[in-house]
């Protein structure tokens, strides 16, 4: 063996390269004198205390029939040598959501862990550990008494913690508990603290110790069951490192405030990252008005009830307040969380223009918020206004409304914002598009947008005569999938649409497989697309077409002729 390979630094970068905790598992059985490297990888996340009981001896423990690990006998003082080397490896315990019940992990009965901490402190046991979620070293928290073992993990190590609080937890222990960070936990980067789902709503204040944490940047209460009172929100503007903040909004804790009187908005002058959760959509405007973010780049709002055209209006007015530096914003998300049936509310493209003023966003996504009405006109602002968004999508899982947006509309957006990868938007495909104008006349089609990946017709309404499988061929060449509402119960057009998204799609992963085999017919293809949009070339109807003529019914057919044809275009 290489003596480099003793060198622990070189060989844990050599391994980070493996990628199967079996093939650790087999290195570290090849020679003693490697086995640390690969050990700590293996051992430096863990989801549960059982791998550690487990390295006990057999004998002292069995799992029963409810998939518990409980003692058969008191293990030995030197029979818990294994379990404290291999507790210094851990860095993190992170609960594992997975559900499979082949690769779950047992739990341990409540007395094998009082005893494993009677024996040793967590802060010895794990003296490495920087990232704790408490579900994954003890059941979740039943009573406030059960704050005794979570604050014994508390420590300057520490960075990242999660955990749940009871839901009857009095608000004054919960409040201790988190105020003990400040002098316990004084390197903590994230919080995150949550409630049992189910559970009465906890209200508590956020300690005025915790500005003294330097390098909390993140706090996560948005939660279900967690609610900070107004006043702890004031507190937070004194916290100068925080960065990300997430919060649930109730109108009985005393969130929403009154924004009226309110002279001067609480700043929260590094904050980058703001997410809200709440019952309506008001209290999260009447919160936004009560604070400025000036470095504002990333907002997410989910809210339960369905919003009237004027809360929505509203809020999108009140972004104006709160995120003084328009050029700083880059993802806005914002939507109803649930969709209950059809969302009847028209949203008419002058509510969403205040969003124009955001000239670097990236990520602009709206989720069953009602029935989008927008125009040609803002979409055509809205490709100046964001020249480098990636993903836009206005999504209804309902929409009654015909769409007023033109295909021709959405083939200039997406061919002038280079970097658009999702698009999902309902649009009136029922007419031949128009092509671009460019000095001189109608010169070419649109030019080819290679970054474009998803599309999600949403209810758009479709037209075979519209050549749409085609120019969604030629403009988009790198397009993968082509999608589109398929909802239950439709009325007969509806149904009728979906039926034709579904036979021009086919058409259209023919036309992409042909456009890889022969790529002089797409050429061919794209001067007749043309030509058929400037009214220079008509479909006969007769057998006797002419070579221009032949092309388009081959496209329109679905391209279903016989091969002699494609024959004749690829030598055209």
């Not at 990628?19 to 640390?36: G, H, Q």
């Not at 493209?349 to 989720?367: A, E, G, N």
């Not at 989008?372 to 964001?386: E, H, P, R, S």
């Not at 400037?534 to 006969?540: I, K, T």
Request: proline share 6%; glycine share 4%; hydrophobic share 45%.
């Amino acid at each position: 063996m290489h003596r480099a390979l003793l060198i622990d630094d070189l060989l844990t970068s050599i391994l980070q390269h493996v990628t199967s905790p079996k093939d650790l598992i087999n290195f570290a059985r090849t020679c003693s004198a490697v086995s640390d490297p690969p050990l700590n990888m293996l051992w430096r996340v863990q989801s549960s205390l059982a791998p550690l009981i487990m390295c006990l001896p057999e004998a002292t423990w069995e799992i029963r029939k409810d998939h518990h690990i409980y003692f058969t006998r008191k293990p030995l003082p030197m029979e818990w040598e294994r379990v404290r080397i291999n507790a210094l490896r851990i860095r993190q315990f992170i609960r594992n959501n997975r559900r499979s019940l082949l690769t779950r992990l047992p739990k341990l009965d409540s007395h094998v862990v009082q005893q494993l901490f009677a024996l040793f402190a967590p802060t010895e046991l794990f003296p490495n550990l920087y990232a704790l979620q408490f579900d994954a070293v003890s059941n979740r928290l039943q009573r406030s008494s059960d704050f005794w073992l979570l604050r014994q993990f508390f420590s300057p190590m520490l960075e990242k913690l999660i955990f749940n609080v009871p839901s009857t937890a009095p608000a004054h222990e919960v409040e201790q508990l988190v105020g003990a960070l400040a002098a316990e936990a004084s390197g903590l980067r994230q919080l995150s603290i949550s409630v049992h789902y189910g559970g009465a709503v906890c209200h508590f204040a956020l300690p005025l110790s915790l500005e003294r944490i330097p390098k909390l940047n993140r706090l996560d209460m948005g939660a279900v069951g967690v609610c900070p009172a107004i006043h702890s929100i004031a507190n937070i503007q004194h916290w100068r490192a925080l960065k990300s903040l997430s919060l649930m909004l109730q109108e009985e804790s005393g969130t929403m405030g009154n924004s009226a009187s309110i002279d001067v908005p609480l700043k929260l002058s590094v904050l980058e990252r703001l997410i809200l959760y709440a019952g309506r959509l008001r209290l999260c405007t009447s919160f936004l008005l009560q604070i400025a973010t000036p470095r504002l780049a990333c907002l997410e709002v989910e809210y339960c009830t369905p919003a009237v055209p004027e809360e929505v209006t509203a809020f999108m007015l009140s972004l104006e307040t709160c995120c003084q530096t328009f050029a700083n914003m880059e993802q806005i998300c914002f939507g109803h969380s649930f969709c209950c049936g059809p969302a009847l509310h028209p949203l008419p493209s002058d509510v969403f223009r205040p969003l124009l003023k955001f000239t670097r966003l990236t990520y602009v996504d709206f989720l069953n918020m009602g029935n989008y009405c927008l125009d040609d006109t803002f979409i055509g602002d809205a490709a100046v206004a964001w020249p480098g968004i990636r993903m836009l999508r206005f999504i209804a899982e309902h929409q009654t409304d015909t769409p007023t947006v033109t295909f021709s509309a959405i083939l200039s957006f997406a061919t002038r914002c280079t970097s658009l990868r999702t698009l999902h938007l309902n649009f009136d495909a029922t007419q031949v598009p128009t092509p671009p104008y460019v000095p001189g006349g109608h010169t070419d089609l649109w030019l080819n947008q290679t970054a474009l990946r998803e599309l999600h017709v949403g209810h758009s309404q479709v037209a075979t005569a519209a050549l749409v499988p085609f120019l969604l061929a030629v403009v988009f060449p790198n397009l993968n999938d082509i999608k589109w509402h398929q909802t239950p119960g439709v009325d007969y057009d509806a149904w009728l649409h979906e039926l034709q998204w579904g036979e021009l799609a086919e058409v259209w992963r023919k036309a992409v497989s042909l456009q890889k085999t022969n790529p002089a017919m797409l050429a061919s293809f794209r001067a007749v697309l043309l030509r058929y949009m400037l009214g220079q070339v008509a479909l006969a109807d007769e057998d006797g077409d002419g070579e221009e003529e032949g092309i388009l019914r081959y496209m329109l057919n679905g391209m279903e002729e016989e091969e002699g044809m494609g024959d004749s275009m690829s030598t055209s």
